[in-house]
Each structure stands twice: as structure tokens, then as C-alpha cells.
């Protein structure tokens, strides 16, 4: 699931036992939301709607009709690109209280942000708190100065490790059902198959590494609008025996836990869930050097974070290289980010700021 799905899932977990009644509007085609959902809110309160780049008219308007027909107080908005018409349709309604959490606030490398900026700012009249979801991020809300700092609240991402922790799968099984030669370094990228998540980058790494590093092989978790582009270039690149496109797999923590590297070739993030997870289970980590990733990676020490794609290859080498250096890495990045494994550590923030919104 994409990392606002989970976000959203992680914050009905916390606040479920306070006196709140929650609506959920989702714009996306993602029918797989419905099921992820379906313990944390009621089948009647959640509503889909068609995906739209920045503005749906569509979602407008159905939220506006869930404002007024269920006298909703507070509208919690999530995405930038949700944002005009997300807050279009809370005017001349009763509800007057907006919180916003952009996740990203970027789109693309070498960004200058302006837009988003611009944006933020135009909405900040109308915003009672913009939540940010990393350090750096909160920090560049501070210094753009979109708000009164005392309406820039960090709450970070979290996970539920009581999800995941007993999940079990070893080595030996996944190469068994890959057909992987048990020998191999296993490397594994989670996400959506688009540009910001820049597959096509990892292949063209995987094409140098695998020429200095036979042992390796990489997993693709996940699909999109770049999976026809990825499968054309494997097999022009003759990659079918080092690479294995698995789509959209449930059982995700388990191949977290099994696999050896995980990397992550984003252009822009918020603060990533895949890589959340992968310190909890001790992976050594490849990604590029973006916020959000380096809010979660002490390079050098607790993963490589990499401004270049033959930077990427370099480190994924070393790391494929040197089991004691994956473990190493592993162990530091766990100790970096632990405070991150209970999502009881988003509580007290959200409680406080539903209840003074």
C-alpha cells in the first residue's frame, strides 16, 4: 500500500479509542484501500473517489456533501495534491477547522520548493496546524515562515511493530519460490513503479553492479504506469536472471525480513514507511541522498545515502561485498530510528491537536 494508505491506517489505529467519528474520503482507484481499511473504519464512512492530479471536482463536491450531511468539525487534509479542492470544500459550510499534513512538500530533485512555498502560505489563513512528518521538513515550514510556529507541530511517522514482528520466512523459502540461486545477495526496492519512486534508475545501477557483483539479485515490489518500461528494459539489458518484478505482494514484512539490502532511488519523500520498517528488521540501506531519507540515514554509519548513480552502484557493491558491513549497518540504522516503532508515540500529539484544533 502507498505510504499516506498507511499513514492514514496508522492514525485511525491511534485515536480509535478517543471520542472521535471519523469519514474517510480517498481520491484514488486503488480498490485494494477499501479491504486495507476495512477494521479501522466503517464500510459507510469511507468513499473513493477518482484519482486527479491537483484538482476534482468530483472530490469537491462529495466532500462537501459528507461535510454538511454529517456536520463534520474538523477536515484533516493529506497530500499537496488534495489540497485546493480539499479545502475548497469546506467553504460556507459550519466546519471552519483544517489541519494539513503535506507529506511531501517537493516534487522532484534539484527542487527549489517555491511551489510548494507559495501554496502553503496561501493556505495558512485557513489552516489551524500544518503537521509536518520529518525533522528537516518541519524545519523548512519554520524558515519558509508559511505559519506562526506554534502551528507547525512534528508528529513523524511511525509503525505498529506488534504487525509485524512475528512475521516469519527465511532465506532458504524465498529463493526457493524465486528460483534464486541460494548463494545470492538478495536486494529488494519497495514502491510504486512512477517517477517519483525512479525504478528505471535502479535498473540502470543494477546493469553496473551486476557486472562487478554476479552474486546479487533485486526484487521489484510494486506496480504502476513505469512497470511495461521496466519489463522492456530488463530484457533488453539481457537482466531476466538477476531481476524479479513482483508486483504487489501482502507479504511484504516478510520479504523485508528476508531479503539482505534494501535501496531506495526516490526523487522526492515524506518520511518513508518501506525504510521505517527496513530498520526495525536491521537492513542495510542504499538511497539517495533526499529529506526524509537522510531524517532516517546517518550516511556512512547506519546506510549509504548517495547523490549519484555510480555513487549508488559503489556502496551497493560494498554493502553486497561484505555480509559483516550489512550487519554493522543494520544493527546502527535499528539503534537510529527506534523511537519510530510504536505508533503510541503518535497519541498524545494527534489527541492534543484534534482536541485544540
Avoid at 23 to 50: E, G, N, R, Y
Avoid at 63 to 80: E, F
Avoid at 205 to 226: A, M, Q, Y
Wanted: net charge positive; with cysteine.
Amino acid at each position: 500500500m502507498s505510504g499516506i494508505s498507511r499513514h492514514i491506517r496508522y492514525l485511525l489505529q491511534v485515536v480509535k479509542d478517543e471520542n472521535i467519528e471519523f469519514w474517510l474520503l480517498c481520491s484514488s482507484d486503488d480498490q485494494k484501500i477499501p479491504a486495507f481499511l476495512a477494521d479501522v473504519v466503517p464500510k459507510d464512512h469511507l468513499t473513493m473517489v477518482q484519482p486527479s492530479r491537483f484538482f476534482s471536482l468530483e472530490g469537491l463536491v462529495t466532500a462537501r456533501k459528507i461535510i454538511q450531511k454529517n456536520h463534520i468539525d474538523l477536515v484533516h487534509i493529506h497530500n499537496l495534491q488534495s489540497a485546493i479542492w480539499g479545502y475548497g470544500s469546506t467553504f460556507f459550510t459550519r466546519c471552519k477547522k483544517i489541519i494539513f499534513t503535506p507529506h511531501v512538500d517537493s516534487f522532484g530533485e534539484n527542487s527549489n520548493y517555491q511551489g510548494s512555498r507559495y501554496l502553503l502560505k496561501l493556505l495558512s489563513p485557513f489552516t489551524a496546524f500544518f503537521i509536518a512528518v520529518s525533522s528537516s521538513q518541519q524545519n523548512r515550514f519554520k524558515h519558509w515562515k508559511i505559519a506562526h510556529t506554534h502551528k507547525i507541530q512534528l508528529i513523524r511517522n511511525h509503525i505498529d511493530t506488534t504487525r509485524i514482528e512475528t512475521c516469519s520466512q527465511s532465506h532458504s523459502n524465498i529463493v526457493n519460490e524465486l528460483n534464486i540461486p541460494s548463494s545470492s545477495v538478495i536486494v529488494m526496492q519497495i514502491g510504486r513503479l512512477d517517477r517519483q519512486k525512479n525504478p528505471l534508475s535502479l535498473l540502470r545501477i543494477i546493469k553496473e553492479v551486476t557486472k562487478r557483483c554476479n552474486n546479487s539479485h533485486f526484487l521489484f515490489i510494486g506496480d504502476g504506469p513505469l512497470r511495461k518500461k521496466l519489463e522492456i528494459q530488463i530484457k533488453r539489458d539481457n537482466m531476466m536472471s538477476h531481476v524479479t518484478l513482483l508486483g504487489y505482494r501482502k507479504n511484504i514484512h516478510q520479504l523485508t525480513k528476508t531479503v539482505d539490502i534494501i535501496t531506495s532511488t526516490s526523487r522526492w519523500e515524506g518520511l518513508p514507511y518501506s525504510l521505517i520498517e527496513a530498520s526495525f528488521f536491521k537492513k542495510a540501506i542504499v538511497a539517495t541522498d533526499i529529506p526524509g531519507h537522510s531524517d532516517l540515514i546517518n550516511t556512512g554509519t547506519s546506510g549509504f545515502l548517495v547523490k549519484n548513480e555510480q555513487e549508488f552502484a559503489d556502496k551497493l557493491c560494498k554493502l553486497i561485498q561484505s555480509k559483516t558491513l550489512r550487519t554493522t549497518m543494520g544493527e546502527n540504522f535499528y539503534r537510529r530510528n527506534k523511537e519510530l516503532f510504536s505508533i503510541e508515540n503518535m497519541r498524545n500529539s494527534l489527541s492534543e491537536i484534534y482536541t485544540n484544533s
